[in-house]
């Protein structure tokens, strides 16, 4: 059974950076893409970027400049930066597995994370 | 940038069929994705690369997708159905979510 959890604070001052890290158990990173996707409060779903298990990575253009993805194998666990935050960065934040990808194409995302409330505050 | 667009809300009575529309730019071209996402809960996919569904999802979930529009379509509506859709698809390696539909069984 493929579990993802997510780790992290739940509160960030703004201009800080937000870190969460993800946790995979049951199931290697490999051969997966592993994407991080946010929900503001009362909004829609946002892809923020994934992290492939050879290494590339793919963001959101919105979000480019400011996110940063890194896995760590020995671990099974990946990780979100997102630097520069604001108020407008609060949400949920999950991670999730990206399986059957093909040429460009990140696949479709078959196991998520339970998410993680992350605020934005002074 | 391209972009998917779902209506805000659909309503559907108890036993019937609710359609549930995703529109872009020749979509048809895309592998589109559906999630139902509960309150509280984390998204379920329901139907993966146009048509499929993955396993443990019940057999009144489906999907189609020609021309400029993906339809995700659900017989016979339980109450238990009721949720937020959301399509998904890929551009350039880019992933896209429309913006949800809020699906109400009444």
């Known amino acids: 059974q493929v579990q993802l959890q997510e780790s992290g604070p739940g509160l960030v001052k703004p201009s800080q950076t937000l870190s969460l890290t993800c946790t995979v158990s049951g199931d290697s990173i490999s051969p997966y893409y592993w994407n991080w996707i946010r929900q503001p409060p009362g909004k829609g779903l946002e892809w923020l970027g994934y992290?492939?298990?050879?290494?590339?990575?793919s963001y959101n253009p919105s979000l480019k400049s400011r996110v940063t993805l890194s896995v760590d194998m020995s671990k099974n666990q990946f990780s979100l930066r997102l630097s520069s935050v604001t108020a407008a960065d609060t949400a949920v934040y999950y991670c999730a597995r990206g399986n059957r990808p093909g040429d460009n194409y990140g696949g479709d995302f078959d196991y998520w994370g339970q998410g993680a409330l992350v605020t934005v505050s002074a | 940038s391209y972009e998917l667009t779902q209506p805000p809300s659909v309503s559907v009575s108890p036993g019937q069929t609710a359609t549930i529309p995703c529109s872009g730019d020749k979509l048809e071209y895309k592998y589109v994705g559906w999630y139902q996402h509960k309150p509280g809960q984390s998204p379920v996919l329901v139907i993966y690369q146009d048509t499929k569904r993955p396993s443990g999802i019940p057999e009144r979930f489906s999907g189609s997708n020609s021309g400029n529009t993906a339809t995700l379509t659900i017989s016979g509506t339980q109450a238990m159905d009721e949720a937020d859709y959301y399509c998904q698809a890929w551009d350039r390696n880019t992933g896209l979510f429309g913006g949800g539909t809020k699906l109400t069984v009444l």
């Open positions: 992290f492939k298990y050879t290494g590339s990575t």
